[in-house]
């Protein structure tokens, strides 16, 4: 009998010829390395408060949510999380969904639909491509960071339902949405905003409510048309993910998110450290300058080791190093290893071809050794693995 999985052998063996073959490498409970990979931005994941908020769900409530949202999934801690999240953020209403992928899949799919026009951002995350594939909407993929081209797209199409979906904060490079501009389009338009607030809940916001989210800060939260996602998995250090928005589309996701209706709900232990965390960040809003701070320090490190990769001034959490080759990302990364620092690593298809690079988060907790080894490591690794490329 011929092998119906052969090829997966060959595509194995171009993957790693490519310098794209990945593997899962366990983390220890205790390791020596200064975390720069993580999306843990305020430091919570560990925060004794968020882990005790945790174990007071699952002592409470169970290991598991036992159902769907709609049959015996929602908790009062879930209903109390979702009117927390609300109140923080400035918006009408919430929904939690078990993460943020699933929160993106049941927005955007149950927003548009057949007979509806996605105009998708050209860099935006898996989620949001996933969603606008499976809306069965006709999908057009646009610049979002170029107002004017979604016009554009907006003005020549046919279709009355309209969703215009984008990053608030780009996961790789932390570039932010013109979110007041593309919400003004969308305005004139007639078009749903959704945008996908992952990196910029507990990272951006207003000044009088820091962490709110880049949605907040740009005083959108209220505004019709403009739905936000976000995940709880990350400056929250919990898991989940959560839609915001006017009571009556929550209410429609209720009846037609399909990846909200047919999915196990969130665990009580993530919707208690979730609403933990919530309390330390609406308490302590000052975390959110020490990222910044610390954010800061470390693109100064980067910018001196490698100058010729043009790091910028960050806005969020991320400074990416660009590198090239994927084989340059990964040597750089083992070799920060080595030393004492995980970096994150992304190569395509995660970013385009050419581009692979070092993307290093900060974090709220980092103290000042951390960052000294951070400098140190910067130092030694990138213009190591720059000098291997100029001569190989």
Sequence with gaps: MNDPLAWLDETAQDRRAAGLRRSLTPREVVEPLVDLASNDYLGLA???????????????????STGSR??????????????????????????VFSSGYTANLGAVTALSGRGAVVVS????????????????ARVVVSRCSVPAEVDAVLAEAPETRRVVVTDGVDSVDGGLAPLGELAAVCRA???????????????RGPASRPGAGL???????????????????????????????????IAHLIDAARSFIFDTALAPAAAGAAQAALGVLRDEPERVAALHAAAASVAASARAAASWAGVAEPTAAMVPVVLGEPELATAARDACAEAGLRAGCFRPPSVPEG?????????????????????????????AVRGTALTG
Excluded at 121 to 136: F, I, M, N, P, Q
Excluded at 356 to 363: D, E, G, I, K, V
């Design 189 to 203: 338009r007639g078009a749903v905003l959704l945008v996908d607030d992952a990196h910029g809940l507990g990272v």
């Design 46 to 64: 560990r925060d004794p408060r968020v882990v005790e908020g945790a174990v007071e769900a699952t002592r409470t409530w169970g290991a598991g």
């Design 215 to 249: 949605v907040a800060e740009a005083g959108l939260m209220r505004e019709r048309g403009v739905v936000v996602t976000a995940t709880l998995s990350k400056s929250l250090g919990s898991q989940g993910g959560v839609v915001l928005g006017d009571a009556d589309v």
């Design 355 to 383: 581009t692979s690079r070092l993307r290093l988060t900060a974090r709220a907790d980092l103290g000042a050794d951390d960052l000294a080894l951070v400098d140190r490591v910067l130092a030694e690794v990138l213009p």
């Design 70 to 95: 709609l049959v015996t999934g929602t908790t009062r801690l879930h209903a109390a999380l979702e009117e927390e999240l609300a109140a923080f953020c400035g918006a009408e209403a919430a929904l």
């Design 121 to 136: 951002d050209v860099a935006a995350h898996a989620s949001l491509v996933d969603a606008a594939r499976l809306s069965r």
